[in-house]
């Protein structure tokens, strides 16, 4: 599996857009990229998937560089309620299961 | 829709006891996955079964034991706790396990402390 660097926090002020980086420069053609987050002590909640084209959905927007060696999920208009860590994750199609790292803590500040 | 159900939520074992955590979906789903967590690192997958009567390892396998003898359910067994068990466990499901567009569902986890 491809492995993914995110930073370990950041803050975000209430109501901005929050920029979540992520590095994930091994990763091979047949590999997509998912976004997953925790609120404290609650499961893993999916947010967004793609392979090479920029996503967006209800919840956030995926921004996949062209060369797809990195990644930014953007939270367009950050609440209280979107603290929590953001997890980046790799997945190489045909494969059964998620590896999940140690994702970024995001808080959003008032 | 109840989604995934995890039962107990909190449960505290002596060293040396057995107990069984009970993870039940009602999406119809085929996969399901029990990972750990422990203070400040992220999700590690202890085993998981692609289907009824299907189990296989994950990262780390040693120490559980599952079945999946409902496509439902899927259990995940301790036959002699350690203190090194001491997480909190989380199921999840999904539909499929290799398919481009997939999402795993996860319940809302077990906090188990072993003294």
């Known amino acids: 599996d491809a492995k993914t660097t995110q930073p370990p926090s950041m803050d975000c002020a209430e109501g901005r857009a929050a920029n979540l980086p992520c590095n994930h420069s091994?990763?091979?053609?047949?590999?997509?990229v998912y976004w997953y987050r925790q609120i404290h002590s609650q499961g893993p909640q999916y947010i967004i998937h793609?392979?090479?084209n920029n996503e967006t959905n209800e919840m956030a927007s995926l921004i996949i560089t062209e060369d797809r060696k990195s990644s930014t999920l953007i939270l367009p208009h950050a609440t209280l309620r979107d603290t929590a860590v953001y997890y980046c994750i790799v997945r190489v199609l045909g494969d059964y299961k998620l590896s999940f790292g140690a994702g970024t803590t995001v808080t959003v500040r008032a | 829709n109840a989604g995934v159900t995890q039962t107990p939520k909190f449960r505290v074992l002596k060293t040396g006891q057995s107990m069984t955590l009970l993870c039940a979906q009602d999406m119809n789903h085929e996969y399901m996955y029990w990972y750990r967590q422990d203070p400040g690192m992220g999700l590690r997958l202890i085993h998981y079964s692609v289907g009824e009567g299907t189990t296989a390892k994950g990262e780390v396998p040693d120490g559980y034991n599952v079945s999946r003898l409902k496509k439902q359910n899927f259990l995940l067994g301790l036959e002699s706790a350690a203190p090194s068990q001491t997480s909190v466990y989380f199921c999840?499901?999904?539909?499929?396990?290799?398919?481009?567009?997939?999402?795993?569902?996860f319940g809302s986890g077990t906090q188990l402390s072993v003294l």
């Open positions: 091994t990763i091979s053609g047949n590999e997509y």
């Open positions: 793609g392979l090479k």
């Open positions: 999840a499901s999904s539909s499929s396990g290799s398919g481009a567009f997939e999402k795993l569902f």
